[in-house]
């Protein structure tokens, strides 16, 4: 079944501005984490939240965790150029060792 | 900053040929991974490793894939006879503690099977 489910799929926004990506997931989860990739490179971890969690914040990150909806988002203030790659949310879906993956928001910030 | 490293960046093969990816985890983390992710796709777990055995693995994760870890550094994904829906690219993972937490990856294999 599929799991986590970002939108929107692509955003595209001037630098500056915020950018906001939503996740849902099906499962209950004991934490969920956001992850950043850049074209054709391997994924970075950005921020973890865990399920007794509501907010979180990391510099220019802001993630919400709702788990009576099943979602989550990731703000990103103040967007820079470098801010240009996809980002992924990934769940334990109660599993003790395997994430599972959203589909990915590709975000493009215009100078 | 320590990082995992994959090689190749790229492998070439013909269908039925046996493929190796090797990847050399952070030095002291203990769980290690292998994830793929098919062009345009999502990320998809295949299997996780820890103390010298397979914690968890996919239904992707069947008899033609194995894992080992040879020695103290390296941890290798053998496709046996692969397939063109093999082509894909790899990643490798490890994390330090708590397993399914803060992944650190690789920069991947893009396998391409013709």
């Known amino acids: 079944s599929q799991q986590g489910e970002e939108d929107p799929q692509a955003l595209s926004i001037q630098e500056g501005e915020n950018a906001t990506m939503n996740c849902s997931y099906k499962t209950s989860i004991n934490n969920l984490q956001w992850y950043r990739q850049n074209s054709g490179r391997g994924l970075v971890h950005l921020i973890l939240i865990r399920s007794n969690e509501r907010e979180k914040h990391s510099g220019r990150l802001r993630v919400t965790l709702d788990t009576s909806k099943k979602s989550s988002s990731l703000l990103i203030t103040a967007s820079r150029a470098a801010d240009t790659a996809s980002y992924f949310c990934a769940t334990d879906g109660g599993s003790n060792y395997q994430l599972i993956w959203g589909a990915g928001t590709k975000l493009i910030i215009k100078p | 900053e320590p990082e995992v490293t994959q090689t190749p960046s790229h492998q070439v093969t013909q269908m039925g040929q046996e493929v190796i990816l090797r990847c050399v985890p952070i030095?002291?983390?203990?769980?290690f991974y292998w994830y793929r992710q098919i062009l345009g796709q999502k990320v998809e777990f295949l299997v996780s490793f820890y103390n010298n055995e397979i914690s968890e693995k996919s239904e992707i994760f069947d008899d033609q894939f194995s894992v080992e870890r040879p020695d103290g550094s390296n941890f290798t994904l053998k496709i046996r006879s692969t397939k063109l829906e093999d082509s894909a690219m790899y990643f490798c993972a490890s994390s330090e503690m708590l397993a399914a937490e803060k992944l650190f990856f690789g920069s991947g294999t893009q396998l391409s099977v013709l």
């Open positions: 030095s002291n983390h203990l769980y």
